[in-house]
């Protein structure tokens, strides 16, 4: 994947999280990255999370995948859209190497997207970043000012927005992006039959860090250490919890946030536990170590699609580093082989070369390799 047409230091200074952005020709000669029909069949497997939209006598219907068939759906005025798709294709998840302006840990997924002519999700909201990179054909966009709407249910599963006035109004052609900022109300309608591919990134509230936080702390009997009130004054109210007492509460608290070591340990489990199936084999394949050892010699090892894999500045020099919603450990010399492996989507032996010579790390590997999270073209 080449780098987008984008002056990066610009756009994450001006638009990134502020404001929505036409980038015309962002790709320079894109092309599908899958055909409609390769969609179509990825959406009839269980695995795969997917979504028809279409209108019937004027109402909005949503169907969850998978399908066996489309044919009761006509030429026009409905969209099938499949979720991560970039765990599923290759060559989709070659397309957020374009992204790696930003860091991997914030992104979700690829949702892929193929419209008939009128087919559309409706007008919506999303609490989420995306870039949606338009693939053949053409689709009408509309986006709004940020927080003008007001939401209804279209569907049982569709949060729509009520009609909004639009800040950008433009059709997309092939290779062209729109990036909109969570909170803008948008809309795209499909002008031809057309394929968009949406890069999507996430964040969490503060609630869903604090009650994974706390699954941590169980799971590995953590914070277990009793507030304390050693020197307390005589109280003279006894139902009186005082701005002190509250005060020391919060930072009996706070303590546990304050240990950087336990704070990364946590996030890297959490951030990093998948959030879509992975296309791993069910049954291990069988490399040894002397094979995945040799084949690096001989061509590139490629990180599985939607696989998270990431290190922290705090623990990388101990030799942790996270995967799949683990904490994994080798020997803390080779934090250079750690970085590679997280820093790339496509690796070979130079990257690893400290690695392969410590025969921990080769063997943990080859079960990475053998669970199918890393993987050898032929
Ligand atoms: C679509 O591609 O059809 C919808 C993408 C979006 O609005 O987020
Ligand atoms: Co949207």
């Known amino acids: 994947m080449t780098p987008l047409n984008l002056d990066r230091n610009t756009f994450l200074r001006q638009y990134w999280q502020q404001k929505p952005l036409v980038i015309r020709q962002g790709m320079t000669d894109f092309e599908d990255l899958i055909s409609p029909d390769e969609l179509a069949g990825l959406a009839c497997e269980e695995a795969v999370e997917s979504r028809l939209i279409y209108r019937k006598d004027q109402q909005w219907q949503a169907e969850s995948g998978p399908f066996e068939s489309y044919d009761h759906l ?19 998840a070659a397309l957020t190497e374009g992204f790696d302006f930003l860091p991997d840990w914030r992104r979700d997924d690829v949702m892929i997207s193929f419209a008939t002519p009128g087919g559309s999700v409706g007008p919506h909201v999303d609490n989420y970043d995306t870039f949606i990179c338009q693939g053949s054909g053409t689709r009408h966009w509309r986006v709004g000012k940020h927080g003008d709407f007001k939401q209804f249910s279209a569907h049982e599963t ?27 109300p948008h809309e795209g309608i499909a002008v031809e039959p057309s394929m968009s591919f949406s890069v999507g990134y996430r964040t969490e509230s503060a609630k869903d860090l604090f009650s994974g936080l706390a699954d941590h702390l169980i799971d590995h009997d953590l914070a277990n250490q009793l507030l304390i009130d050693p020197q307390r004054p005589v109280s003279t109210s006894p139902g009186l919890v005082d701005n002190t007492d509250l005060a020391r509460i919060k930072q009996h608290l706070l303590s546990v946030l304050q ?35 040799s084949l690096l010699q001989q061509q590139p090892l490629y990180r599985l699609g939607g696989l998270r894999c990431y290190y922290f500045e705090q623990t990388v020099a101990n030799g942790w ?12 010399k080779l934090t250079d082989t750690i970085k590679n492996l997280c820093d790339n989507q496509i690796l070979d032996c130079d990257m690893l070369s400290e690695g392969l010579a410590d025969g921990a790390f080769l063997s943990l590997l080859t079960t990475y390799v ?3 999270c890393w993987y050898f073209e032929e």
């Open 74 to 92: 006509g030429e026009k005025d409905w969209s099938l859209v499949v979720q991560a798709a970039d765990n599923w294709a290759p060559q989709v």
């Open 158 to 184: 569709l949060l729509h927005v009520e009609p909004f006035e639009a800040m950008i109004d433009v059709t997309l052609a092939p290779g062209d992006i729109l990036y909109i900022p969570p909170g803008f």
């Open 259 to 293: 240990d950087d070591e336990l704070l990364a340990r946590f996030c890297g489990a959490h951030m990093s536990a998948p959030k879509h199936a992975l296309d791993v084999p069910e049954t291990p394949f069988d490399y040894s170590e002397a094979d995945v050892h």
């Open 321 to 332: 580093f996270y995967l799949n919603g683990e904490e994994c450990q080798v020997d803390a």
């Open 370 to 372: 053998n669970q199918g």
